[in-house]
């Protein structure tokens, strides 16, 4: 039989700005949207005594400081979309590579990152 593992989901939301360069259409435009964003990270072990993989809350408090770097901004200015697009995809990497680097250990791992632009509108990035 398989190891067991388990997936956590936290969601948060920003707020920004951006244009899609070389777009042949409206999105060409600076307009905005509320972006809704899932990260899942995934462990095999569980706390002994909590019976948590990670704290949701200490997770949650991670994405907030990532989402604060994209809030109330102007994507396209910033130096991680300058020679890329901000796109749902590329937000979603971004995002995904920066919460890899504060996870608290080997333990946990990061599963995926969505980024919807609304309800019918969504990217997912994940790594093999
Ligand atoms: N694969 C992707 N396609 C598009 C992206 C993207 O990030 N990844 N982004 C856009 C634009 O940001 C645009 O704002 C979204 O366009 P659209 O879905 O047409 O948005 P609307 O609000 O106009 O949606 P309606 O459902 O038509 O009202 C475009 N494509
Ligand atoms: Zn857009």
């Not at 948590?52 to 991670?62: G, R, Y």
């Not at 697009?85 to 990152?113: C, D, F």
Request: charged residues 20%; hydrophobic residues 40%.
């Amino acid at each position: 039989m398989g190891e067991g593992l388990w997936r956590l989901t936290v969601a948060d939301h920003f707020s920004s700005a951006h244009q899609l360069r070389h777009y042949q259409g409206k999105c060409e435009c600076l307009h905005g949207h509320n972006f809704a964003v899932q990260v899942q990270v995934q462990g095999r072990r569980l706390h002994p005594e909590l019976g948590i993989v990670m704290d949701f809350k200490e997770l949650k408090a991670l994405l907030k400081t990532v989402l604060a770097e994209l809030d109330h901004c102007n994507l396209n200015e910033m130096a991680e979309f300058s020679r890329i697009n901000p796109s749902s995809e590329n937000i979603a990497r971004h995002i995904y590579q920066r919460l890899q680097t504060m996870l608290p250990g080997p333990e946990v791992i990061m599963h995926s990152v969505s980024v919807a632009e609304g309800p019918n509108s969504v990217a997912i990035y994940m790594e093999d």
